[in-house]
Structures are given as structure tokens and as C-alpha cells.
């Protein structure tokens, strides 16, 4: 082999190979100066397993548990029913609650910061989650105490319905929802996941 080759083939491992598909560009920037994107979304692998993370130009709308392949069509199709069908995935428009993520799950941040879109979510179910919203890092609360942050002590079977649907898991953490005697009680995304996140805060759980 010439020494020419050789150079060539030096140039082309530097370069990842020659033959090597460049990246597809980020469309979302383009598409949203147009009017034409309505929610931005991307995935991220956690130790809770691949999440899909959706945002609108009000904040972060949705964050979806995919424990197959499926799971990203149905929750993409849901914010297309329910918000708008413009929509476009964009791992660099979902960079800042990816970081936030990725800082939580490592122990370094207590508190998200990214605005939140409320718009999948209503009525007493809304107040629910925002109350749930305010419990702090490292406690827990109860249904019947979210219930009656929200407005209705005797609400409680609500509560529990509402934390079920919960759009933004994590970030709303319906995970710090106990039952009274301290069971852990249910959890949209498994009792597993629960548990891990109650861990991530330094609670064990039985």
C-alpha cells in the first residue's frame, strides 16, 4: 500500500469515515420562526428508564414514561389531540429540563426550575398538582394533605385520580405522595420508579 493510501486512510479515521452520514440538521429553530411548531419534544435515558420530555412556548407540557416502543406514538398522539398536531422533535429545544433532569438524578439539584404548561391538566386535578408541586425536596405529603391543599379535605379519592394522570411526573412529584400509615401507595409509572425517586431524595422505602 502507497504511502498515499495510508494517508488517506489516516484522514478518514480522523475524520469518522468519509462514507459516514452527517446529522440531521435541527429543523425546530426554522419551523418555529415559521409557525409551524407548536410543541418541541426529545427523550432522555434516566435510571427510571427512557422519558420523553414535550414543551410548548408556555413551558414543560409532558413527561412520558416509555417502557416500549409504542409508548412515544401514544404520547405524542395525545399532545397532538389534545394541544396541537405541530409537532417536532428538537433535542436542542429541550436541552435546559434534560440538564435539570440530569443534575436531579445525580443529586444536584433539590428544585426544577423550567416553566411549566398546565393546559393537560383541570379544575381540582390542576390544584392537586400544584400543590404536589410545592412539597418540598426530601418530604413526603399525603393524599388527604394535597386534598386539602388544593381545597377539599374529604377530596382525597380525587387526589389520588389526579395524581395518577399526572402530565409531568418528576417534575411534579406525585412521587412524595404517601398513603397516612406511610404505604407508598400507587404511581403512574410503576411502584419501581416510585421507589427509586423517593431513593434519589434519600428516603428509603420498604
Not at 5 to 11: D, F, G, M, Q, W
Request: proline letters at 6%; charged letters at 25%.
Amino acid at each position: 500500500m502507497t504511502n498515499d493510501n495510508h494517508t488517506l486512510e489516516r484522514a478518514l479515521a480522523a475524520a469518522g469515515g468519509a462514507f459516514a452520514e452527517p446529522p440531521l440538521p435541527d429543523l425546530s429553530g426554522a419551523a418555529a420562526a415559521a409557525g409551524l411548531l407548536d410543541i418541541a419534544y426529545a427523550t432522555l435515558d434516566s435510571p427510571v428508564g427512557r422519558i420523553l420530555l414535550a414543551k410548548t412556548e408556555h413551558g414543560l407540557v409532558r413527561l412520558a414514561y416509555l417502557d416500549d416502543s409504542e409508548d412515544e406514538d401514544v404520547a405524542l398522539s395525545h399532545l397532538a389531540a389534545k394541544l396541537s398536531p405541530r409537532v417536532l422533535e428538537s433535542a436542542r429545544g429541550l436541552d435546559e429540563p434534560r440538564r435539570e433532569l440530569d443534575e436531579y438524578f445525580s443529586g444536584r439539584r433539590r428544585q426544577f426550575e423550567v416553566p411549566l404548561d398546565w393546559r393537560l391538566t383541570h379544575g381540582f386535578g390542576r390544584r392537586v398538582l400544584q400543590a404536589t408541586a410545592r412539597i418540598p425536596y426530601g418530604l413526603v405529603s399525603t393524599y388527604k394533605g394535597v386534598a386539602t391543599e388544593a381545597g377539599s379535605p374529604r377530596g382525597f379519592r380525587a387526589a389520588g385520580n389526579a395524581l395518577g394522570s399526572n402530565p409531568l411526573p418528576i417534575v411534579v412529584p406525585c412521587h412524595r405522595v404517601l398513603h397516612a400509615d406511610g404505604g407508598l401507595g400507587g404511581y403512574t409509572g410503576g411502584l419501581e420508579r416510585k421507589r427509586v425517586l423517593l431513593a434519589v431524595e434519600g428516603r428509603a422505602t420498604s
